[in-house]
């Protein structure tokens, strides 16, 4: 994965997270943090909302990440795909430490922690050509 994408995934926290479960999209925003050992953002969510009865049916996910700018020079941002999954057992308890240190105040909600695991990443790095893009996708080998 580029360097310019790892640093912008990592830098911001804001994902838009787009789902879809029987031909009904859905959109909501969420606060994550990227793995980059796993190539996957984490995110902490009700089982109650919306996009999560969409994900656990249909796990396969789009998402937007973007720096808001007038300053045509200094657009970023990426567009994801990928796929949901629950956190649990050993991979929730390693989770949780990384989530809770960026956002400790999760810790009153006793967040349910899910995955998702990146397929597809797209850029637009406007800083370093106008239209630049960079794109990663997952090795399926």
Same mark, same amino acid.
């Given at each position: 994965?580029?360097?310019?994408?790892?640093?912008?995934?990592?830098?911001?926290?804001?994902?838009?997270?787009?789902? *879809?479960?029987?031909?009904?999209?859905?959109?909501?925003?969420?606060?994550?943090?990227?793995?980059?050992?796993?190539?996957?953002?984490?995110?902490? *969510?009700?089982?109650?909302?919306?996009?999560?009865?969409?994900?656990?049916?249909?796990?396969?996910?789009?998402?937007?990440?973007?720096?808001?700018?007038?300053?045509?020079?200094?657009?970023?941002?990426?567009?994801?795909?990928?796929?949901? *999954?629950?956190?649990?057992?050993?991979?929730?308890?390693?989770?949780?430490?990384?989530?809770?240190?960026?956002?400790?105040?999760?810790?009153?909600?006793?967040?349910?922690?899910?995955?998702?695991?990146?397929?597809?990443?797209?850029?637009?790095?406007?800083?370093? *050509?106008?239209?630049?893009?960079?794109?990663?996708?997952?090795?399926?080998?």
């Amino acid at each position: 994965m580029d360097k310019s994408i790892i640093e912008f995934i990592s830098e911001h926290h804001l994902l838009t997270l787009a789902t *879809s479960n029987n031909n009904i999209p859905y959109c909501c925003n969420v606060y994550y943090v990227f793995n980059q050992q796993t190539n996957s953002l984490i995110f902490a *969510s009700d089982g109650k909302t919306i996009h999560v009865q969409h994900f656990t049916e249909n796990p396969k996910v789009a998402g937007t990440v973007a720096l808001e700018t007038l300053d045509i020079e200094k657009i970023q941002g990426v567009q994801l795909l990928g796929e949901v *999954s629950e956190l649990i057992g050993e991979e929730f308890q390693n989770a949780k430490k990384h989530y809770l240190k960026l956002f400790p105040y999760a810790e009153k909600m006793d967040p349910k922690l899910w995955e998702m695991k990146l397929t597809f990443i797209k850029m637009t790095h406007n800083k370093l *050509s106008f239209g630049k893009k960079l794109v990663w996708e997952e090795n399926h080998q």
